[in-house]
Nanobody, 116 residues
Framework: QVQLVESGGGSVQPGGSLRLSCAAS????????MAWYRQAPGKQREFVAL???????NHADSVKGRFTISRDNAKNTVYLQMNSLKPEDTAVYFC??????????WGQGTQVTVSS
């Protein structure tokens, strides 16, 4: 069965960096787009970044130039490199397989806290 396991969250000061990882299993990873979403307290879940199976990507305007999504198809892993973090980046970050056999799959989430 499909499993998505995020890691790499934590607490960091403004201006710092973190790299999130999402290890995928249960399907042919390289054939499918992957995405990162985030949800801050009291807010709706929002799109962060998307990467196709071949590596084409796009990022939300709010993170463009600071965050970079990437993938390693040999390791079945998608990454989110987050630089120049701001307090407003504080959220639970979720890995998403947008469409596999007609449904979406979410990871359990990893907390990112940006605070001085």
């Amino acid at each position: 069965q499909v499993q998505l396991v995020e890691s790499g969250g934590g607490s960091v000061q403004p201006g710092g960096s973190l790299r999130l990882s999402c290890a995928a299993s249960g399907y042919i990873f390289r054939l499918h787009a992957m995405a990162w979403y985030r949800q801050a307290p009291g807010k709706q879940r929002e799109f962060v970044a998307l990467i196709s199976g071949s590596g084409n990507n796009n990022h939300a305007d709010s993170v463009k130039g600071r965050f970079t999504i990437s993938r390693d198809n040999a390791k079945n892993t998608v990454y989110l490199q987050m630089n120049s973090l701001k307090p407003e980046d504080t959220a639970v970050y979720f890995c998403l397989l947008p469409n596999y056999n007609g449904r979406a799959y979410w990871g359990q989430g990893t907390q990112v806290t940006v605070s001085s």
